[in-house]
């Protein structure tokens, strides 16, 4: 699986996903820092890669139609500092060997994953 990791999420994630095997890099890296919702978005479908971002303009799925992109997680947390968005993610991982994530959107809370699309 291919990740591109938002502007507005810790880089450590990468590290994290780079180490579990996963291609990843950073809105930042891509140079794509600031640039529209539209654009980042268009950029994850021409190169297959999964968005994760904290942007819930991304969990809009009539504006971001969830069977139009390999897929979004929107992490909608209510801590948001660098080390408890890290851990959320990891213990969402088992999760991305069982799931389904193309052309679906989750939406990550502390407890939970909503599901849409498909």
């Known amino acids: 699986m291919k990740f591109k990791v938002d502007e507005n999420l810790p880089v450590d994630l990468v590290a994290l ?43 809009d799925i009539r504006g971001y139609p969830p069977k139009e992109y390999p897929g979004i997680i929107v992490m909608r947390l209510y801590k948001q500092d660098k080390y408890r968005i890290i851990a959320i993610f990891e213990s969402l991982l088992p999760l991305l060997a069982i799931e389904q994530i ?17």
């Open 17 to 59: 996903l780079d180490g579990k095997g996963f291609d990843a890099i950073t809105v930042t890296q891509q140079e794509l820092s600031g640039e529209i919702d539209i654009k980042v978005a268009q950029v994850c479908q021409r190169e297959e890669r999964i968005l994760i971002t904290l942007d819930l303009d991304f969990a």
């Open 102 to 118: 193309d052309m679906r959107l989750w939406i990550v809370e502390e407890n939970r994953v909503r599901i849409r699309g498909g």
